[in-house]
C-alpha cells in the first residue's frame, strides 16, 4: 500500500545548527512533493516544491532534495531559529491532476537558543 | 489581500448532531480541498472542488460527510448525525489551479461529545 513515513519523534536542535528532516515514501510515483509548516492552531503554510527532474530547490535558509531513486525527500533548514520551530509536513502529489496532497505525519522541531 | 477563512473556529457538538462547517477561498481561485486532520496526524484528504463541480469525493468517511460549493466560491462542509470519532479539525485549502500550491485556512476544530 502508499506509505508516506516522516521521522515520528520530536527533532531537537540547538540555535545555529542545521536542521535535516527526513520524508519516505513508497508505492508513490509522485510528479512533485511538497513541503509546509505548521504552527500550533494554524493551518499548514507552503514552503517549497520540487518536481520529480529537480534534484534539489532552494529558498533563503532553506533547501529540499528529492531522489526518486530512493523515494527520499530530505528538508534542510541552515542557521536554525528558535523562529523555525514548528511541525513540518511533506506532501506528494500523486498520479491524479486533481491536485489533492497526501500528507507525511509531520516532524515537530524544536529549536533552542 | 485576504486569505482562506473558515467558520467557525472552534465547534462543539453532541453526538448526533449535524453541523456545517464554512470555507471562503482565496478570490478567483478554482479549485478548492477539505482536509482532515487528527491530533498529532497529517492532514488526510477528503474532497476536492473545481468551481462548483465536485471532482473527486474519495476521501469522505461515510455518506454522513457531504460538501458543497455551489457558486463556485464558498464551501460548506457538512456532517450529519455525528459521531466521536469525526473529532478532527477540517482544514480548507484554495488554489488557483490544480495541481499548485495550496493556501490553507486555520481551520475548524470540531468536538463532539
Known amino acids: 500500500s502508499q506509505k508516506i513515513e516522516q521521522n515520528s519523534e520530536a527533532l531537537n536542535i540547538q540555535e545555529g545548527k542545521t536542521a535535516t528532516l527526513t520524508c519516505n515514501y513508497t508505492?508513490?510515483?509522485?510528479?512533485?512533493l511538497q513541503w509546509y509548516r505548521q504552527d500550533p492552531g494554524r493551518g499548514p503554510v507552503f514552503l517549497l516544491l520540487?518536481?520529480?527532474?529537480?534534484k534539489e530547490k532552494r529558498k533563503e535558509r532553506l533547501k529540499v532534495t528529492f531522489d526518486t531513486t530512493l523515494k527520499q525527500s530530505l528538508f534542510h533548514i541552515t542557521a536554525s531559529q528558535p523562529a523555525d520551530s514548528a511541525t513540518y509536513l511533506c506532501?506528494?502529489?500523486?498520479?491524479?491532476?486533481?491536485?489533492?496532497?497526501?500528507f507525511g505525519q509531520g516532524t515537530t522541531l524544536q529549536v533552542k537558543p | 489581500g485576504a486569505g482562506v477563512s473558515q467558520s467557525p473556529r472552534y465547534k462543539v457538538a453532541k453526538r448526533g448532531q449535524d453541523v456545517a462547517l464554512r470555507c471562503d477561498p482565496i478570490?478567483?481561485?478554482?479549485?478548492l480541498f477539505w482536509y482532515q486532520q487528527a491530533l498529532g496526524q497529517g492532514p488526510e484528504f477528503l474532497t476536492y472542488?473545481?468551481?462548483?463541480?465536485?471532482?473527486?469525493k474519495s476521501g469522505l468517511p461515510s455518506d454522513r460527510f457531504f460538501a458543497e460549493r455551489p457558486e463556485g466560491s464558498v464551501s460548506t462542509l457538512k456532517i450529519q448525525r455525528t459521531q466521536q470519532e469525526d473529532s478532527a479539525v477540517y482544514l480548507c485549502?484554495?488554489?488557483?489551479?490544480?495541481?499548485?500550491?495550496?493556501?490553507f485556512g486555520p481551520g475548524t476544530r470540531l468536538t463532539v461529545l
Open positions: 485549502a484554495s488554489s488557483s489551479q490544480a495541481p499548485d500550491t495550496q493556501y
Open positions: 508505492n508513490y510515483s509522485p510528479a512533485y
Open positions: 520540487i518536481r520529480e527532474n529537480e
Open positions: 506532501a506528494l502529489h500523486g498520479s491524479s491532476n486533481t491536485g489533492k496532497l497526501i
Open positions: 478570490s478567483g481561485h478554482v479549485s
Open positions: 472542488f473545481q468551481n462548483e463541480a465536485q471532482l473527486d
